[in-house]
């Protein structure tokens, strides 16, 4: 198995997930300004959406799409702490917030990282769209670990992820003391720590 992957991007979901199974896995370094691998080859040959995470599953079979990703790994390794079974009502329910934090969350974050994007539409549009969204998901942490449940789920793996990026958006997080809690909590989770440093090598 190979996971393409940029450094603090969100493929780094799928490392933790990866680390949380204990699974063998090769790791290649994408550059998403110029679209290559540092050996020089097009990352659209592996990718043709041009984003990370794409995790090779056999030679030459390539699964894109985070969430979708996540599950496979979950799913092929019967791993039901991370996502429970199929016909189990809690799956949905992780489901359900994996997805919340794709295409709310995630994608929220998406124009505060644009430069091209004027600060105006930032400060007036993006910023508070994306704290009503924090709002939300600190109310969901209210006295507890996780998001769901009693365990660790393929959702706050990617939360994670999204969270480390906050201090770059300048999103004050003292506004959201569940979501500042859960991520200093989270950190010294071993899979995750295995995973920042892994990044940095
Ligand atoms: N729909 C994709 C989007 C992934 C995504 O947005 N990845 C970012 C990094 S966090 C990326 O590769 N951006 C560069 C690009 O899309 O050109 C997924 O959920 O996996």
Not at 127 to 140: D, E, F, G, V
Request: charged share 20%; proline share 6%.
């Amino acid at each position: 198995m190979k996971l393409y992957y940029t450094p603090g991007a969100c493929s780094l979901a799928v490392r933790i997930v990866i680390n949380e199974l204990g699974l063998p896995c090769t790791y290649e370094k994408v550059n998403l300004s110029t679209k290559k691998l540092s050996n020089g080859d097009d990352f659209y040959k592996v990718n043709p959406k041009g984003s990370v995470p794409a995790l090779e599953i056999k030679r030459n079979e390539i699964l894109t799409e985070n969430a979708a990703i996540q599950q496979y790994l979950a799913d092929t390794h019967h791993n039901t702490n991370l996502l429970p079974a199929v016909g189990d009502d809690r799956r949905y329910r992780v489901l359900e917030l994996l997805n919340f934090i794709s295409t709310e969350l995630h994608k929220g974050c998406a124009p505060l990282f644009n430069p091209a994007l004027p600060a105006e539409a930032k400060t007036n549009i993006f910023k508070p769209t994306l704290q009503n969204k924090l709002t939300y998901t600190n109310r969901l942490l209210e006295n507890k670990p996780y998001l769901y449940g009693d365990t660790f789920t393929l959702a706050d793996a990617y939360l994670f992820v999204v969270l480390s990026w906050m201090p770059h958006l300048q999103i004050d997080m003292s506004k959201y003391p569940n979501l500042t809690r859960y991520f200093e909590a989270l950190k010294k989770r071993p899979a995750i720590t295995k995973s920042l440093v892994e990044e940095q090598q």
